[in-house]
């Protein structure tokens, strides 16, 4: 088609730039004068239209920026009121007459999330290099942050453990065993803030199994395994 008629403004476009040619000389484009008025009428209803749209919309602009400033200032306004209600109501003889009467419910009280997890799930992997990589699961409290995991060792030629890592992953890379030590046991115990979970069950790292370069781990925990660096 040889007219264009979408989008809109494209074909208001085409009609506008013919109003010359259709209205200037009507009789040589087969149109009479009443036809010739009729489109330069079309033509400029259309474009009143337009830019009726044009306006509304940077009314609606300029109306929702208002709006977004005015709910700004109302929340900000409704968070201060509401402060100075519990201020007042904290400090009344009866909290809960006031905040019946204000119609508000009593601000909640956090609940104090419980310790961190068990540690458990242990997987060891012996690198190259001669240094053990080990990791573990631990399902901590929903929503709470800052955990730290407390690696404790003790060689297996040695009596007492001691705390060779404090870190924030659940993995820890333990490049300092003797090797004449013939391995390590382990423990993990999460903690958050002042806050200690449980330490988990002892799990032993042994080298030289029959022998030769490979190693075994074993421990009183489920899902202890490892394996060697590919």
Known sequence: MRIVRSPRNKFYGFAKDHVGPFTTAPAAVGLSPTQAAAYTQAVTDAGDALDSISMLKQALKTATANANEKFRTLNQVMTQTVELIDIFAANSADPQEVYNTAELLPPTVPSEAGPPGLP?????????DGSVKISWKCKNPVGTQGTVYVVRRKLLNATQ?????LTGSRSYTDNSIPSASGGAVYTVQAQRGNVLGP???P????FGIDG???????????????KMAA
Do not use: C, Y
């Open 161 to 165: 453990f001691t705390q060779v890592a």
């Open 120 to 128: 458990g799930l242990f997987r060891a992997t012996l690198n190259e």
């Open 203 to 206: 799990f032993t790292l042994q």
């Open 199 to 201: 330490t988990s069950a």
């Open 212 to 226: 030769g370069g490979n190693f075994a781990i074993t421990g009183m925990t489920e899902g202890v395994n490892g």
